[in-house]
């Protein structure tokens, strides 16, 4: 309840409990200078205490206040605090993971590299090794496909 609603309902207690005492004293058998002696002596009473619980329900709700306050100040503080950590974590682990993709993506370009350079060296050593197998061929003499023996003619 806000302040004002709180002085409100307790304005409308202390009004009734008068305006009941008022209205017992009045209806009690006594005589009229004694009646209107009560009715001012319990109306002071009741002023005084509608009064101190007004001050009192004040107080209390100006501190409550305060109090609300003062979480609310300390609990936006730790979600600022705590959210910041969470942004710093974040960056360090996006910073962390786009190093380490950088260094996985130089390491595959390098062994695609190396990978490259051995099938080119595998390529050029088979050509030699066909090369030296046909030049060796050709050296070779060939040999007859028929053989004619001079005795037989």
């Known amino acids: 309840m806000e302040t004002n609603q709180v002085v409100v309902f307790?304005?409308?207690?202390?009004?009734?409990?008068v305006m009941g005492s008022i209205a017992a004293s009045l209806l009690a058998p006594k005589n009229g200078k004694e009646t209107r002696n009560e009715i001012v002596v319990k109306s002071q009473?009741?002023?005084?205490k509608a009064k101190d619980t007004k001050e009192d329900?004040?107080?209390?709700?100006?501190?409550?206040?305060?109090?609300?306050?003062d979480r609310k100040d300390r609990v936006s503080s730790t979600v600022k605090e705590q959210a910041k950590?969470?942004?710093d974590?974040?960056?360090?682990?996006?910073?962390?993971?786009?190093?380490?993709?950088?260094?996985v993506k130089e390491e595959s370009l390098l062994a695609a590299?190396?990978?490259?350079?051995?099938?080119?060296?595998?390529?050029?050593?088979?050509?030699?090794?066909?090369?030296?197998e046909i030049q060796e061929a050709k050296q070779k003499p060939s040999s007859p496909t028929s053989t004619s023996d001079p005795s037989q003619d």
């Open 85 to 87: 950590t969470v942004s």
């Open 10 to 17: 307790i304005s409308g207690i202390a009004t009734g409990v």
């Open 57 to 69: 329900v004040t107080t209390r709700t100006e501190a409550w206040a305060t109090s609300m306050k």
């Open 45 to 48: 009473d009741w002023q005084q």
């Open 89 to 103: 974590r974040a960056k360090q682990a996006v910073e962390s993971t786009s190093r380490e993709w950088k260094d």
């Open 113 to 132: 590299s190396n990978t490259r350079e051995g099938i080119q060296e595998e390529k050029e050593r088979l050509k030699q090794d066909i090369d030296q």
